[in-house]
């Protein structure tokens, strides 16, 4: 069975950090770009973060870059997310998402997703 697993979320101060975990099984990461969405309650999907998968090129959203380092580890076949300096609004169900192409440019069509971990910002 093919599938993403997140795992890493939970309640954290703002200011604090998380690192977030996206593993794979049933099929191997190395050809798969890894994006990192979030949904945060009563408002729509957003992309976070992307890595590819040719060059380990990556991509931020505005809200994420400087704070968010996309990473990935294809010999543990899992991707990761660390965030820093988290504040209330990146409260959020985190997603990860995998599309077998090189780049994250053109936007992928993100073929498997995982079940999401919530991140919860708040003192």
């Known amino acids: 069975q093919l599938q993403l697993v997140e795992s890493g979320g939970g309640l954290v101060q703002p200011g604090g950090s998380l690192r977030l975990s996206c593993a794979a099984s049933?099929?191997?990461?190395?050809?798969?770009?890894i994006g990192w969405f979030r949904q945060a309650p009563g408002k729509e999907r957003e992309g976070v973060s992307c890595i590819s998968s040719s060059d380990d090129s990556t991509y931020y959203a505005n809200s994420a870059r400087g704070r968010f380092t996309i990473s990935r580890d294809n010999a543990k076949n899992t991707a990761y997310l660390q965030m820093n300096s988290l504040e209330p609004e990146d409260t959020a169900v985190y997603y990860c998402?995998?599309?077998?192409?090189?780049?994250?440019?053109?936007?992928?069509?993100?073929?498997?997703w995982g079940q999401g971990t919530l991140v919860t910002v708040s003192e």
């Open positions: 998402a995998a599309a077998e192409q090189a780049m994250c440019v053109p936007r992928p069509q993100f073929e498997y």
């Open positions: 049933g099929f191997t990461l190395d050809y798969y770009v």
